[in-house]
């Protein structure tokens, strides 16, 4: 699959599945506009259980293209974080 096409189809999937609109929605409040893929399956009320990781493939690819922006994070298990915004 050619990469403009794959890109492509991520936006659509993003759109689609509501993530682009939650990322929005964490953007008007107060505080951290960051969130992770953690945060983003909790809000779209995802029952996957792999949906996180699912997400996060997706967001990293829209990342790789400046669709979006991230942010590596450090938490306190010493586990990285990658926080992305819109």
């Known amino acids: 699959m050619p990469i403009s096409v794959a890109t492509g189809e991520c936006c659509c999937a993003a ?9 929005a929605e964490a953007s008007k409040g107060e ?20 949906a996180p990781p699912l ?4 967001l990293r690819l829209l990342i790789s293209y400046s669709i979006l922006t991230c942010s590596a994070t450090t938490n ?4 990285h974080d990658f926080r992305t915004q819109r």
């Not at 759109?15 to 990322?23: A, D, N, S």
């Not at 997400?55 to 997706?58: A, C, K, M």
């Not at 306190?76 to 586990?79: G, I, L, R």
């Open 31 to 50: 505080g951290s506009t960051l969130l992770t893929s953690e945060e983003i399956a909790e809000r779209l009320c995802a029952k996957n259980p792999d």
């Open 15 to 23: 759109i689609e599945l509501g993530i682009l609109e939650v990322m």
């Open 55 to 58: 997400i996060e493939r997706l």
């Open 76 to 79: 306190t298990n010493n586990n």
